[in-house]
Each structure stands twice: as C-alpha cells, then as structure tokens.
C-alpha cells in the first residue's frame, strides 16, 4: 500500500543534521581551524599542501549548476495525491488514480517562465505548475502550467518562442519580462500564440498566491484502462481558496518590497500549517469522438470548454512539507513528459512529442550527466532495477557479472514483466502518412477561442487586459510591430483593437474580418472562482500610540478564528501604546511594507493612534492605495478620519441603529460596550472573501 510517508522515510536515509558534529574534509577529517590558510610564515606565501583550503574553495568553486533554460525561477514543496474513489478505473489503469486507499506521494514545483533564478516572483508570466508523483508503479509527472493552452502548436517553434521571450541577445534586456520588441514582433508575425497571449494579458498572469491559482496539463493526454481501451483526457488543478490575482501596478511594488512574495507565501503557509490543496479534476473525450469539436484536440492552443465536456473531480492534492534544502531538492529536481505509468500515455500532439524528447535531454546537462534520477527527489519510492550502468555520479554499486538482456549469468535478471506483471505497455495506435514537414489544416484556426476567451471576461478583467496590452506594447520601439499587434488583436475583437490602438500611439484599425461570435465560457473568468473563505488573507491593521488595543485584539481573534491573519503595523516597530497604556505589540513597522503586501487595510480606534496616522504620509498613502487596488477597507469609527485623509470623503460614520455601514467594499462600525459590533468581522469577511471590490469608484482615491 503506497503511504504518503514512503518518499520522505526515503529521504531520511539521506537527510543530513550538523547537530553535534564535528567540522571536517570531505574525507572525514577532523578540522580545527578553517579561518586562516596554511602559509609560510604569518605574512608569507600560501602552501600548495593545504589541503583543507584547496578542497573548500575548489568546492565552491564548482557550486552552481546552469539555471534551467525555462523555469528557472521556482519554488516547490512535498505532499500527498489522493483519489476520492475507483470511478475512474474505466477508464485508466493507473492506480494512483483510481485506488482510493492510496496516498501517492508528490513534489509539486511552482515557477515563473522566462526570468533567471534570481528574479522577483510577482512578473507578467506564465506559472509552472509540475507534480511528480511518486506512485507504487513509478514516477509520473504532469508538467503542466497555470495556464490551460500554449503559445505555439509545435515544440519544433519552441526555441524561437524562447529566444523571443527572454531577455534580447544583444544587452540582456529587459529581465523577467515579455514587454519587449522581440517578444511582439514573434506574436505579430506567429498568430498561433494569440489565444495564450490574451491568458498573458489578463490577471491570470499575476496570481495572489501559487496556492490560489488553477493548474492544467494543457495537452490532450490519454488514458488507457485495462482492456487496452483509449480515451482522450485533460488535466485540470482546481485551487481550494479559489483562483486569485494581484492587480499590476501591485506586483510591480512587490518585485521590489518582497521579490520572494509567492515563494514565501508558499513556504509560511506549509509551516503555519495552512497546508495547500488542489482539486485534480479530468475532461473525458471518448476516442469514437476525436472529431467532433470545432478545434483539433491535438492543438495545444485550444481548450475543450468546460461546458462542453465538463470537469469531473477525481482527487484531491496537499502540500504538507517544505524541502529541506533548496538546491539538493527544488533545484535538481528534474520532471519529465514522458514519466508516465501504466494507464497513462501520449496523443500526436506536435507540442507533447517534442517535450516528450526535451525534458531528458535537458537534465543531461542541468544535471550533469545520465543519473540524476539517482538524486534523492527524483528517485522512485518503486523498485528500479536496470541494466543501464556508469556514467557521471554513478550512486548505485550494482553487484553481478551480467548487464545486459537477454542474460544466462545473472539468472536472467532483471526479468522483463510478463502479461498481469504491470509492465508499460505503449497504446496500440494505428498511425499511417507520408513524411511531410506540415501543419495540419486542423490547427489553422488562431482567433475563435481568443475571442471567446475575450467575450467571458467579466468587465473588470477585460479593463486589466487592456491595460496589460497597452503597457506591454508601450514598451515596444518598433512601431511597425506595435501595428502589427493591433492588427492581430484585431481579428479577435475590434473594440479591444481599437482600445489598445488609442493607448500605444497607433492609429486605430478597420473592423477586420473575424471569428465574430458571442459565445462565452464562464468557467474562463476569474469572477467565477471566488470561494467561500478567507483562509490565509492578510489583513493589516495600522495603529500607533493610543490605539485602542481592545479592538486590535477583538480583530485578531476574529480573523484567526475564520483562518486569516491579522497583522499589527506600526508607525514604528516594536510596540506602541495602547489607549490603557499597555503595550500593543507591533508585527511590522508601516515603512517597511506596502499596502501590496496585504489583502486589506482596517484602521481600529483610538484618537491619538488616528491622529497620528493621519499625520503619517506612509499610513494614508497605505489607505488610498489598498482602495486603489480594489481592496476592503475598514475603520472603526475614530479610523474614519484616516480614511477621509486617504481621500475616501464619501465613507459615511455609522450611527445610531446602523452600527455597519458597508459602501463600495469600505466597511465602517461605530463600537459599543462591548467593542467592535460582530457583524463588522463579519461582514469585512464577506467583502474579503469576495477578493476585490471592482464596484469601486477609483476617481475618489487621491493621486
Ligand atoms: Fe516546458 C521546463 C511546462 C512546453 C522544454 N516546462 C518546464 C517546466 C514547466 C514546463 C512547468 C518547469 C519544470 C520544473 O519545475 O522543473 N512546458 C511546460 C508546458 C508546456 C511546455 C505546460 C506546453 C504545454 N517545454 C515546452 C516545450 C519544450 C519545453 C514545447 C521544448 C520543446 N520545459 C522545457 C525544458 C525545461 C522545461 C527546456 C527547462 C528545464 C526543464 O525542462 O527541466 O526541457
């Protein structure tokens, strides 16, 4: 029976603790000085004999290992995979899948794209969403992204896309960004990346947290169930706090406030115990139906729409651990397409094929050589047994004289699995052609899906992809590729054309011929994956001295108990004085934040902490950004007048009978003798749990 602890009393085997040891070489050799090398004489020459200093430095040497190609920017943690029931087991063989005993466990890496290692979390860009899961019948990865389509058909365009994206050849500008020439003139010219450009340009882009984000195998995958019968199927992660955005002008702020902002997020809310989850969720295609969609399954820039074939839930996925060190396992992991298990296989996707080849190819020199599925995190909890030898960082000693197949010397092992022995047995698809270097006509269609990606938006997300294009594109030096992006955009719809034209200097097109339709998915909005909950939402609470600390304490209590975090920012750290004169424990000092670190603002009582607030240039500007941003905002009724300072003249006072007043996501409570009125928590939950105020008349912020 697969337990979620095989991997990690795997890992204990190499897990090494300092606790009381002594310094040494590499050899075992005990050291006693490491502060100075070995010379001749105190002011003399260092001695070749060293051995001590040649072997650190020489280590250090050698520490860093090439940054992954993509992706390199990432961050990961272990978990468990459990299926909910054996439903599935109709249509696949794999057991992880349809054993409802098991828990499979997993290593899930988070990552951004196109920046190096070193770059700041919260940029425009894709996010990687890989699993491995370590299941009895062998590893299976689902490098899939955030994003449910790609940006190009076929893998053979991949290094053209790359090199477009990333940083221009010339001066290695700009970093971590796709608001550049080359990116543009690619997607001008290539209009196969245009469904996947509008998800870029929209707020799936900016994800709040990896733990608030969707995750898609992209590719039609396939499963195959006992009898050898194939079906089409679609991966998809559903976020259980719901799918979430930052707002741009935020991430920009937190590229620099907390470059680490979703890496950190990740890491706190696995050792608060707030533990991530997913729900993995498949869309069947029967195989008699291949053909029956307006797009071809085997294009990766498509989507089969949830109203189509709906999602149906399979399992659920948590995240309960953070590795032990960042390198031996976020950074050497290496996932792979082609890790599949029995019950899992490939479509002729021309995007999945190349992957299929990639992902190997890539470890050989990441990695170093052919055995880094000997390091730690990529090693199976199943049995490996090969007949593959040496190589770089060769870790196992395989004993016996024979390796090879077939063999009489070694007793003919290790044995090949025979018929009920679980072996991998490749999908028998009848496959015929002549040898052409073509693109199917089948995929010849780049503008009906970005168009009905285009018509689910809710107003607000169209408005933020507006801007995106607008920003991205203003970016752009070249005029004639800023045209032609607009041309393009106009195919898929002339109004955001038009718009996006009028922002970049360019002069607004004709109505081009175009798709033209209405239709819409709402399961494409993000308006529609609001949750139920607060769950690890960041309130900031602003106090200075004579706050009422009743009340600091009342929305502590009130928000943990619904699972958010109330945190105490001060005019200056350490602590400040309650209006009883007790001390009120500051978390943060104000200038050291910013309101886009948070997911709302509440200012409690207390007339001196207010007034000083208000004289505090960072504790309004705090306020009218968090309301610029479209954030809850609340205030006890003394808070009110740091409100007003923020800008915000139109929050009425409650009053007698109308203890809450709640308008345009600002929420206000007059106390009584019992402190705050409960309905404030309340109702600040509700709006929190909303996300985002969007209703919000943003022209009453003061610039
Ligand atoms: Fe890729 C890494 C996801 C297309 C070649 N890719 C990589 C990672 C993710 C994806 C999440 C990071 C894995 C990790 O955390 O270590 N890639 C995708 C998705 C794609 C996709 C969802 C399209 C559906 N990728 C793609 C193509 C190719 C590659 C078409 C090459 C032909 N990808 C790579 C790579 C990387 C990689 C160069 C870099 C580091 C690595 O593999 O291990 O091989």
Not at 478 to 485: C, S
Not at 645 to 658: K, M, N, P, S, W
Request: with cysteine; aromatic share 10%.
């Amino acid at each position: 029976m697969t337990s979620h602890r095989d991997k990690q009393d795997q890992l204990d085997e190499v897990r090494h603790d300092p606790q009381d040891t002594y310094l040494t070489t590499q050899q075992g050799v005990r050291i006693g000085h490491t502060d100075d090398s070995l010379t001749a004489g105190a002011r003399g020459p260092t001695l070749l004999e060293d051995f001590h200093a040649r072997e650190k430095i020489t280590h250090f040497d050698h520490e860093r290992i090439p940054e992954r190609v993509v992706h390199a920017r990432g961050a990961g943690a272990y978990g468990y995979f459990e299926a909910y029931d054996s439903s599935l087991a109709d249509y696949t063989a794999a057991k992880f899948l349809t054993d409802p005993q098991r828990r499979t466990p997993v290593f899930v890496r988070f990552s951004t794209v196109a920046g190096s290692r070193g770059s700041a979390d919260t940029v425009r860009d894709v996010r990687g969403f890989a699993t491995k899961f370590y299941t009895a019948e062998g590893n299976y990865d689902l490098v899939g992204n955030n994003m449910p389509v790609f940006f190009i058909q076929d893998g053979i365009k991949f290094p053209d896309f790359v090199h477009a994206v990333k940083p221009e050849p010339h001066n290695e500008i700009p970093q971590a960004q796709s608001a550049h020439d080359t990116l543009w003139d690619f997607v001008q010219l290539q209009p196969e990346t245009l469904h996947m450009i509008m998800w870029l340009m929209s707020d799936r882009a900016l994800p709040r947290s990896y733990r608030m984000m969707q995750g898609f195998g992209v590719h039609t995958f396939r499963f195959v169930n006992a009898e050898g019968t194939g079906t089409f199927v679609k991966f998809h992660w559903k976020p259980k706090l719901g799918t979430h955005s930052l707002v741009w002008e935020e991430c920009q702020q937190v590229g620099g406030k907390d470059p680490d902002f979703n890496r950190r997020d990740l890491w706190d809310a696995i050792e608060s115990g707030n533990f991530p989850e997913w729900e993995l969720g498949v869309q069947l295609v029967e195989e008699s139906r291949e053909h029956d969609f307006d797009f071809d399954l085997l294009d990766a820039t498509k989507i089969i729409p949830e109203e189509q074939v709906p999602v149906r839930p399979v399992g659920r996925m948590v995240l309960d651990r953070n590795p032990d060190n960042f390198f031996a396992e976020t950074e050497q992991v290496a996932f792979h397409t082609a890790n599949v298990v029995p019950g899992i296989d490939f479509t002729n996707d021309p995007l999945l094929q190349a992957r299929n080849f990639s992902y190997l190819d890539t470890q050989l020199i990441r990695l170093g050589g052919p055995n880094f599925a000997h390091i730690p995190v990529n090693r199976p909890v199943a049995e490996v047994s090969t007949n593959q030898r040496d190589g770089f960082q060769q870790h196992r000693i395989h004993r016996g004289q024979a390796s090879y197949s077939n063999n009489s010397l070694g007793g003919g092992c290790p044995v090949l699995a025979g018929a009920g022995e679980g072996a991998f047995e490749h999908y028998q698809e009848k496959v015929e052609g002549a040898k052409i270097r073509q693109r199917s006509e089948s995929f010849q269609d780049h503008y009906t899906q970005a168009r009905l990606f285009w018509n689910s938006m809710a107003w607000w997300e169209r408005e933020h992809i507006i801007a995106a294009f607008r920003f991205e594109l203003g970016k752009v030096e070249h005029v004639h590729v800023r045209e032609g992006a607009v041309a393009q955009i106009n195919r898929i719809d002339h109004d955001l054309a038009v718009a996006v034209a009028e922002g970049i200097g360019v002069t607004p097109p004709e109505a081009a011929a175009g798709p033209g339709h209405d239709d819409r998915s709402p399961a494409l909005s993000q308006a529609n994956s609001v949750q139920d909950t607060i769950a690890t939402r960041t309130i900031a609470l602003l106090v200075s001295d004579g706050v009422d600390q009743a009340e600091v304490a009342q929305l502590r209590d009130g928000f943990a108990e619904r699972g958010a975090i109330a945190e105490v920012l001060g005019t200056r750290d350490g602590s400040v004085r309650g209006a009883d004169e007790s001390q009120v424990e500051v978390d943060r000092a104000i200038p050291t934040v910013s309101s886009a670190l948070y997911d709302a603002v509440i200012v409690p009582g207390g007339t001196d902490s207010v007034q000083a607030l208000s004289k505090d240039g960072y504790a309004a500007h705090f306020v009218a950004e968090a309301f610029k941003h479209a954030k809850p905002v609340g205030a006890s009724d003394e808070g009110l007048a740091l409100l007003q300072r923020a800008g915000l003249d139109f929050v009425r006072h409650a009053g007698e009978g109308d203890n809450v007043v709640s308008d345009q996501g600002v929420v206000t409570a007059v106390p009584g003798g019992a402190g705050l009125p409960a309905e404030f928590i309340e109702e600040f939950a509700a709006v929190l749990a909303g996300h985002r105020v969007w209703d919000r008349d943003t022209t009453q912020v003061v610039a």
